[in-house]
């Protein structure tokens, strides 16, 4: 139950932090800021409850995690579960800060809540690919660093992956808001369903089956192409 715990608690800390500064400093901060608090999220994250849980926080790497055996499918479907309700939990606390916002403020608000929602010439078959790629190369260097042959990469793997996340969203979030994870995107669209906004759980198909199917890859690949697993 601890590891359970500590994922929903991760992952909570990460939706907060993450999607908090989406929603509150949205264009203003620009993609380094929001990215950057994505990373630390999961760094101070990784430290916390890398001991307990493996500090996942996120269905794609649980998905590889599962698929090379590092955990369970039994343990698969707890995380999920934990991480899901997690990221609710980390939305609605952001939602919550809405109170004390002007109308106006609270509209963009809403709008840096859905944020994973793509603009055109972006289709959901494009997004899906972009998720995929994005999603791939964070799970495959996840698997890497964490491997068990690398003990220099476990030494460093909090910090590691942090800036490997800030990196990607970097790269990604002009062109689909960067989710890389189903949890963190599900949550805050369907929050936004509830208060009469559904652009972006139209699009959630792409940020869920391009991030699993790119964690799922990646753990193939790490295990056949890299030899991460003994």
Excluded: C
Excluded at 9 to 23: A, E
Excluded at 66 to 94: C, E, H, M, P
Excluded at 210 to 222: H, K, M, Q, R
């Amino acid at each position: 139950m601890r590891k359970y715990i500590a994922e929903f608690i991760g992952t909570m800390i990460l939706v907060t932090f993450g999607t908090g500064s989406v929603v509150f400093g949205g264009t203003s901060f620009g993609a380094m800021p929001i990215a950057l608090a994505f990373g630390f999220a999961v760094i101070v994250g990784a430290y916390a409850f890398g001991n307990i849980s493996g500090a996942h926080f996120n269905p794609a790497i649980s998905l590889g995690m599962a698929i090379n055996k590092r955990i369970t499918w039994r343990d698969f479907l707890g995380y999920i579960v934990a991480q899901i309700l997690g990221a609710f939990v980390g939305s609605g606390i952001v939602v919550s800060l809405m109170s004390s916002l002007s109308a106006t403020k609270s509209q963009m608000v809403m709008t840096g809540l859905g944020a994973t929602n793509f603009q055109s010439p972006i289709t959901v078959l494009g997004a899906t690919w972009i998720e995929f790629i994005l999603t791939f190369i964070f799970v495959l260097a996840i698997m890497a660093i964490t491997a068990p042959k690398n003990e220099l990469g476990q030494q460093f793997a909090p910090i590691a992956i942090g800036l490997t996340l800030t990196g990607l969203i970097v790269l990604g979030v002009g062109l689909t808001g960067a989710g890389l994870n189903p949890a963190r995107s599900l949550a805050p669209a369907v929050i936004l369903a509830f208060m009469g906004s559904t652009g972006a759980l139209t699009n959630m198909a792409a940020y869920i089956i391009g991030p699993l199917a790119g964690g799922a890859l990646a753990a193939v690949a790490a295990k056949y192409l890299l030899k991460t697993e003994d």
